[in-house]
Nanobody, 127 residues
Framework: QVQLVESGGGLVQPGGSLRLSCVAS????????IGWFRQAPGKEREAVSC????????HYADSVKGRFTVSRDNSKNTVYLQMNSLKPEDTAVYYC????????????????????WGEGTQVTVSS
């Protein structure tokens, strides 16, 4: 069965770093595009990052560009989101998702992207 499990969230001070992990089972992470999303209370779901299955190209929302890095470790069947220089506005529940219809990350920020989702991991950036 397809399953995604996020981990690595927690409480961190502004300017700190966290590395989120998304461990996949039931498929290999190099088969489909994998996206990272976040949602804060009262706010719309926001596409954060995506890594393609074809060439490993990465994409980032403007709000996190230069601070976040998405990567893939095929041997561990895991996708990571390295988050540096964290800001209070980064506080949210972070989810990873796989979409079986996409190899590239085109339209990863669209409302229909994502077939399989994990339970999410809470990231709180506060002093």
């Amino acid at each position: 069965q397809v399953q995604l499990v996020e981990s690595g969230g927690g409480l961190v001070q502004p300017g700190g770093s966290l590395r989120l992990s998304c461990v996949a089972s039931g498929f290999t992470v190099d088969r489909y595009a994998i996206g990272w999303f976040r949602q804060a209370p009262g706010k719309e779901r926001e596409a954060v990052s995506c890594i393609s299955s074809v060439d490993g190209s990465t994409h980032y929302a403007d709000s996190v560009k230069g601070r976040f890095t998405v990567s893939r470790d095929n041997s561990k069947n895991t996708v990571y989101l390295q988050m540096n220089s964290l800001k209070p506005e980064d506080t949210a529940v972070y989810y990873c998702t796989a979409d079986v219809a996409y190899y590239y990350c085109s339209d990863y920020s669209g409302p229909t992207f994502g077939d399989y989702w994990g339970e999410g991991t809470q990231v709180t950036v506060s002093s």
